[in-house]
């Protein structure tokens, strides 16, 4: 697997500038130019000296991409990571600077920001961005060229960029959380702004600055929502061989952006950012990868591990944390493991080095000039109430702690009991993906993390944020609890989540 992306060429390549007599911003997405000569011609920025060539030089032949663990990698590739202080966009800076990438990024520290809001903190401490580059440094010989700019702040993003002049932008910049954009309005036009105007913001700088670059742009599984019907959840846009059929007539829906169901009104920031990066391909050429992300969790990465100044963070609030991570902090602090509603509802995992994993390969991978591409990028499918039953598992196999499950009135609107059928083919089959961790695996270190004494003592210090109080109706009122239940009593319901991996 590990040369999948040897037969890319310079068309991929961020540091092909084009050159030649072809109007792109007239071309749409096609490649079959019509004009009369009209011929694609690139220069190197890399090596100017070789002048104006057809761009044909596969990755394997150039000298400027060398093989390594996830293929073929562009020397020194200069990454510009958005939001780079974030539970994600830390632990990718270290992956990518370790693999010998120019690191940079940016971040305004919102996110931190945001956990004291809700009176909590990262329960596994988080230097200062000053200490945490010292530390990579220090540790990894790594120099990450950090700036503290805010997204929005478009003038100051421009300049760095123009500076950096980036080969890949990464776009962690937005706030992920759902129940944070349910507050009220104040935080779901928050939400909107830095989500929805900051990645548009994003996308005209670069369409001056770096339009070769290529966009890792983060969305959600959420954005798809759980059609009652089951109808699978392709990867964002319908296969070619998809059809609609209506009163004994048949279209093709080959091609087209698949339906989005979002959940809460930060999803639907995401959907708005799906159509802004979808429609800048298309205008400018800009070339993007938006990656549907499942549910995330875990601790892990190797990078990470090695010290402590290096940790990325960790929330269980009930803003922030996401459910795997709250059901294990729950189980260290001896809290009954809260399922919201039936605990049926079926949602797309994936731990935090899995991802980091995906990353990577996508970042060495670019797509073509004008390629908007999506990948739903998913190791598993569980229930929340198996997610339950996995961590009391665990808990109680590994770690001798007797944990029990709850079930709480659901603070949210969705629906608690639907089929899921989810296509995750391309990271495996065309990025060469392989699933590191499984998911009990994963809550083992959880685990070992959570209970060091100085951890643990930082989770009890916040246990009061960790009830959800925010509702999507607006009320707002603490859960009641419906029921509570020993792990193992419960018959096994509903509907089983199917992921479709294969070619
Ligand atoms: N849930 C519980 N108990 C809890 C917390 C959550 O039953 O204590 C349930 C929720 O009702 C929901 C599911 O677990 O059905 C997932 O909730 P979550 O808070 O872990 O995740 P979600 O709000 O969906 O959002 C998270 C990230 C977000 C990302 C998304 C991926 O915060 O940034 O976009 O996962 S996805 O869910 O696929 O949309």
């Given at each position: ?79 510009m990571?958005l ?23 940016v971040?305004n ?38 700036r503290?700019i805010d997204v929005m702040d478009r003038d100051k993003l421009r300049e760095f960029m123009d500076?950096v002049?980036?080969?890949?932008i990464?776009?962690?910049a ?24 900051g990645?548009?913001g994003v996308?005209f700088i670069m369409?001056?600055i ?294």
């Amino acid at each position: 697997m590990a040369c999948i992306n040897a037969k890319k060429t310079c068309w991929n390549c961020p540091a092909a500038k084009f050159k030649g007599n072809v109007d792109f911003t007239a071309c749409g997405q096609s490649r079959n130019i019509e004009a009369e000569n009209a011929q694609i011609m690139i220069e190197c920025r890399r090596r100017p000296g070789l002048g104006h060539f057809e761009p044909t030089i596969t990755f394997e032949d150039c000298p400027e991409w060398e093989e390594g663990d996830y293929g073929y990698m562009l020397k020194n590739m200069k990454v510009m990571i958005l939001g780079i202080d974030g539970y994600l966009g830390w632990a990718l800076a270290l992956k990518l600077g370790k693999l010998g990438c120019k690191v940079s990024g940016v971040d305004n520290y919102w996110r931190r920001d945001c956990v004291a809001e809700k009176g909590s903190h990262t329960v596994v401490p988080i230097e200062r961005m000053t200490d945490r580059l010292h530390a990579a440094r220090e540790v990894h010989g790594i120099d990450i060229n950090f700036r503290r700019i805010d997204v929005m702040d478009r003038d100051k993003l421009r300049e760095f960029m123009d500076e950096v002049k980036p080969e890949a932008i990464v776009h962690y910049a937005e706030c992920p959380s759902a129940p944070y954009s349910m507050v009220d309005a104040k935080h779901a036009i928050k939400v909107q702004e830095n989500n929805v105007l900051g990645t548009l913001g994003v996308l005209f700088i670069m369409k001056d600055i770096a339009p070769e670059a290529s966009l890792i742009k983060l969305g959600t599984m959420g954005e798809y929502g759980a059609p009652l019907t089951g109808r699978p959840l392709f990867e964002g846009i319908f296969p070619s061989d998809a059809a609609l059929e209506w009163k004994g007539r048949k279209w093709s829906l080959g091609g087209e952006l698949t339906p989005r169901d979002p959940v809460s009104f930060y999803h639907c920031s995401k959907v708005q950012d799906t159509f802004n990066v979808y429609e800048a391909c298309k205008y400018w050429w800009l070339r993007s990868y938006d990656i549907m992300q499942g549910v995330i969790y875990g601790v892990h990465t190797d990078e990470i591990a090695t010290d402590p100044r290096l940790k990325t963070r960790f929330d269980m609030d009930e803003w922030f944390g996401t459910v795997v991570n709250r059901f294990v902090a729950q189980a260290v602090l001896g809290m009954p493991l809260t399922i919201y509603g039936r605990g049926e509802q079926i949602r797309a995992f994936i731990a935090l080095d899995d991802a980091m994993q995906c990353m990577v390969r996508l970042i060495f991978s670019p797509p073509e000039p004008g390629q908007y591409d999506v990948v739903n990028q998913v190791s598993g499918l569980f229930k929340v109430s198996d997610i339950a039953e996995a961590v009391a598992r665990v808990g109680k196999e590994k770690f001798g702690l007797e944990i029990k499950i709850q079930r709480i009135e659901n603070p949210r609107v969705e629906s608690e009991k639907h089929p899921l059928e989810v296509v995750s083919k391309k990271l495996p089959n065309e990025f060469g993906f392989e699933q590191g961790v499984t998911l009990e695996k994963e809550v083992e270190r959880m685990f070992e993390v959570l209970l060091q004494p100085e951890v643990k003592k930082r989770l009890e210090e916040k246990k009061h944020t960790i009830m959800p109080k925010t509702r999507w109706s607006g009320m707002k009122k603490e859960s009641g609890t419906l029921e509570v239940y020993e792990p193992g009593s419960k018959e096994k319901e509903g509907f089983e989540g199917v992921l479709r991996r294969g070619a």
